[in-house]
């Protein structure tokens, strides 16, 4: 009897040691498998690409996407190339503050306020290194609408943030991207945005 229960002692031992091997095995195993976070690319970006190519393609890009821009490239002695688009709406509503914090960073303290709609400006340059290689740079300049305070403002006022670098990157990626003809976005999906327009 006393052998017969050291024997199932020694097996339950064992069984023991197995079962938390298996889960620090599944437990490094999950760790491993955790979604890594994309660094944001080089700003500005270098490509293997000309000034004009660069330029070309965020062209064809903003009038798939309709969105309206001012060229100020092509000038009698231009220092570099660059569209600017209008302001863009991405964010309305009871979500506001969410979306607006998705690509800018949204003032704390006592200046904080209720925000109810919110748009970006994009700026896109493409600066020449050499005859074979340029740089795409690509800037964002949020607002956010503030909430009307009483007394003040009727329909509150536009108030410029700071962007967090999130669309910037987006849309260098995009670009890039669809100039090398390779998949550059965050996600591995193959997918390019301009907010919410898929190009």
């Excluded at 229960?5 to 938390?20: R, T």
């Excluded at 965020?58 to 220092?79: G, Q």
């Excluded at 509150?156 to 990626?173: I, P, T």
Aim: aromatic letters at 6%; a positive charge.
């Amino acid at each position: 009897m006393k052998l017969k229960w050291s024997s199932m002692s020694f097996i339950l031992v064992c069984l023991c040691g197995i079962l938390a091997t298996a889960s620090d095995t599944a437990r490094a195993q999950i760790e491993l498998d955790k979604p890594k976070n994309t660094k944001p690319l080089p700003s500005p970006y270098t490509i293997a690409a000309s000034r004009e190519q660069i330029i070309s393609t965020a062209r064809e890009v903003l009038r798939a996407c309709h969105i309206p821009f001012e060229d100020r490239s092509r000038r009698k002695a231009p220092i570099e190339d660059k569209l600017i688009t209008d302001y863009l709406p991405y964010a309305d509503g009871v979500t506001a503050r969410t979306d607006l914090a998705h690509y800018a960073t949204l003032p704390r303290g006592a200046e904080t306020r209720a925000w109810t709609a919110g748009r970006v400006r994009l700026e896109i340059r493409a600066l020449p290194l050499d005859d074979k290689r340029s740089q795409i740079v690509v800037e964002a300049f949020p607002q956010g609408r503030a909430a009307p305070v009483v007394g003040r403002d009727r329909d509150g006022q536009w108030v410029d943030l700071a962007s967090n670098g999130r669309l910037e990157d987006e849309v260098v990626r995009g670009l890039a991207g669809r100039i090398l003809g390779i998949d550059l976005s965050i996600d591995r999906d193959g997918r390019r945005r301009i907010l919410n327009c898929e190009y």
